[in-house]
């Protein structure tokens, strides 16, 4: 059974999916990707991926989706950046025009979380002074935690990273994208593609 999903999002989610599935399944092979949305998307249709996990946009007329849980997007934010008014001010209203001057560390335009980063941005106006920019969220976030800018990521990574976070300021955004369980249309025959779609459905995401 090959699955493809992104590298840091395999590990939050998948111990506790690995051990469910080996009780179900006697022998699981997992294909734990360092790939994009896009690419996983791409070789789940040239069938070289069962099943991938992640965000689906809606114009792939060949894949069958279910929705397993929303992932909301926070701003991290390296306390030296705006004073303590500021961000009262900016939690209070959700006015993020006074992130204007500070520096970002940014997901590049591959990532779901860059290509939302820019965009909640865009929607405040803001073209950010990019101080750093990689495709890794775990990179990401150990440049902002050492000092480099402010990152827009989904809130599972601070679920994940929260002890290394504890000194920054997290802020909650008003947006929000879907991970799904995705699969061929034509393809839910095997039974090991219908036992993992089972086990994935039963666990508890958030």
Request: some cysteine.
């Amino acid at each position: 059974l090959h699955v493809g999903i992104s590298q840091t999002r395999s590990q939050i989610i998948m111990p506790d999916l690995i051990r469910r599935m080996r009780k179900e399944l006697p022998h699981v092979l997992i294909r734990i990707s360092e790939r994009t949305n896009d690419v996983l998307i791409e070789k789940l249709l040239e069938g070289e991926l069962d099943i991938m996990i992640g965000n689906v946009s809606d114009h792939h007329p060949k894949i069958f989706k279910e929705t397993l849980y929303s992932e909301s997007m926070v701003l991290i934010l390296p306390n030296v950046f705006l004073t303590r008014e500021q961000l009262t001010e900016m939690n209070r209203t959700g006015d993020l025009s006074v992130l204007e001057e500070v520096p970002f560390v940014m997901n590049t335009q591959n990532d779901i979380a860059g290509r939302f980063g820019t965009a909640i941005l865009e929607s405040s106006h803001i073209v950010p002074y990019t101080a750093a920019m990689s495709d890794s969220a775990e990179t990401c976030l150990r440049m902002c935690i050492d000092g480099l800018g402010a990152y827009i990521c989904p809130d599972i990574y601070v679920r994940f990273y929260r002890d290394r976070l504890k000194h920054l300021s997290i802020i909650p955004l008003d947006y929000s994208y879907q991970i799904c369980l995705a699969r061929r249309q034509e393809l839910y025959d095997k039974t090991s593609i219908q036992t993992f779609w089972k086990c994935c459905r039963e666990m508890k995401w958030q």
